[in-house]
C-alpha cells in the first residue's frame, strides 16, 4: 500500500465561526493541522486587539484534550483601522490584517470601501512585518462575477503594491490564471493560498444538472482552464509562492440550500486528502509537502512543524454531513463520495 509521510501542514486560511459550529468544526482541523490562520469575519467582526485574543482563548478552551494546535489570529480591516492599531496588534502577537471588500463575501458588511484611504495603515502593517491577507475581488454592479478577481488585480492590487512595494501580501484563494501570474511575476512579498476546490473543481462543478449549492463558494469556481493555471502555478518552478489555505467555512445545511444560499465550503474534514489527491492528479506528489508545509511557515516567519502525518492511499467515503450543533448539519465537500487518500490516525 503506498504511503506518504509529510511534515504536519498549517491550514493558512481557515473559517471555524463562534459557538456551536467552532466546537464542532475545531476538532477536524486540529486532528490535521499544526496551526490555522483564523478568519475574523465573525458577527460582529473581529476588529480589535480585544476581540481576537478573547476569540484565541475561546478556541483554545475548545480545543481536544492534549491537541498542539495553535490558532494564528488576524484582524479584520476596516475604514476605522489605524497604524497605532496595527502596532498594539503587533505587540499582542496577532500575525496579519484581513481585507474584506465591504459586500464581497460572507460576513462582508463591514468591510473596507477605498483602501487608499488606507495606505498609512498599510505603510504600518509593512513596517510592523505583518502580513496583508486579501480577499481580491471587486463588488462594482457592472463587473461580472467571473471577472470579478482579475478587475482586482488591475483596479487595486498593483496599484497598492506600486505604492507600497515592502507590503507581505498573501492573495488569498486564488482562482483565476490571472491571479497566479501576478504572484508569479511580484517580488517575494507577495505569495498566494490555494484552496482544495479551486484546484480540483470548475464551474461546471457548479452549473452543470442543476445549480449545485454546495460548490458555491466566493470567489466563484472558474472556468477549467483557470483551474489548470493553478496545478501549474503549485507544482511550478516557483510554488515556493503558493501554500495550503483551505477557507473552509461552516455553514448550516439549511444556510446553504435555500433561495439565496450562502458561500463557502466545508473541507477540513478531508483537507489534507483533498490536496494530496489535487496533486496526484499531476504527477506531483512530491511537491505536496512544501506546499502544505513549508511555504506558509515560511512565508509568515514561523518555524516548520515538527510532527509528521502519514498519508496512506486507502479510498475513505465522507459522511453526507455533520452534526453542528441546535439540530442543524453540515455538508462537507464531497459528501457521499470518495477520497482517494486517508490519513492515519
Not at 496583508?132 to 462594482?140: A, Q, R
Not at 462575477?145 to 503594491?161: G, N, Q, S, T, W
Amino acid at each position: 500500500m503506498q504511503t506518504l509521510t509529510i511534515t504536519q501542514p498549517d491550514d493558512m486560511h481557515l473559517h471555524l465561526r463562534d459557538g456551536d459550529a467552532l466546537r464542532a468544526v475545531l476538532p477536524f482541523t486540529a486532528r490535521q493541522m499544526g496551526r490555522a490562520v483564523i478568519m475574523p469575519n465573525l458577527k460582529p467582526p473581529v476588529v480589535s486587539v480585544a476581540d481576537a485574543l478573547a476569540y484565541k482563548q475561546r478556541i483554545i478552551a475548545v480545543l481536544p484534550e492534549g491537541s498542539t494546535f495553535e490558532p494564528l489570529m488576524t484582524l479584520y480591516l476596516t475604514d476605522k483601522a489605524t497604524p497605532e492599531l496595527v502596532r498594539e496588534a503587533k505587540a499582542a502577537g496577532i500575525v496579519a490584517f484581513k481585507l474584506y471588500p465591504a459586500g464581497a463575501t460572507t460576513n462582508s458588511d463591514s468591510g473596507v470601501t477605498d483602501l487608499f484611504k488606507l495606505l498609512p495603515v498599510l505603510h504600518e502593517i509593512a513596517a510592523q512585518d505583518m502580513r496583508f491577507l486579501v480577499h481580491g475581488e471587486v463588488t462594482d454592479s457592472d463587473i461580472d462575477i467571473f471577472d470579478r478577481e482579475a478587475a482586482f488585480i488591475e483596479r487595486v492590487m498593483k496599484p497598492v503594491l506600486a505604492q507600497v512595494p515592502n507590503l507581505k501580501v498573501v492573495f488569498e484563494h486564488i482562482t483565476t490564471a490571472e491571479a497566479a501570474r501576478l504572484v508569479l511575476e511580484a517580488g517575494d512579498n507577495v505569495a498566494a493560498t490555494v484552496t482544495p476546490q479551486h484546484l480540483l473543481l470548475n464551474r461546471n462543478d457548479l452549473l452543470v444538472g442543476g445549480v449545485h449549492p454546495h460548490h458555491y463558494c466566493l470567489p466563484v469556481l472558474k472556468r477549467e482552464s483557470h483551474r489548470q493555471a493553478l496545478l501549474e502555478a503549485v507544482s511550478g518552478a516557483q510554488a515556493h509562492k503558493f501554500f495550503l489555505g483551505t477557507d473552509s467555512a461552516p455553514h448550516p445545511q439549511h444556510a446553504k440550500e435555500n433561495a439565496c444560499g450562502c458561500a463557502g465550503m466545508f473541507s477540513a474534514a478531508t483537507a489534507i486528502e483533498l490536496y494530496a489527491e489535487a496533486f496526484e492528479q499531476i504527477g506531483a506528489l512530491d511537491k505536496l509537502e512544501a506546499f502544505a508545509s513549508k511555504n506558509g511557515a515560511r512565508f509568515y516567519g514561523l518555524p516548520e512543524n515538527t510532527d509528521t502525518i502519514t498519508l496512506v492511499k486507502q479510498a475513505q467515503t465522507v459522511p453526507n454531513s455533520f452534526p453542528i450543533g441546535s439540530g442543524g448539519n453540515l455538508v462537507p465537500m464531497r459528501a457521499g463520495g470518495c477520497v482517494a487518500w486517508t490519513m492515519q490516525a
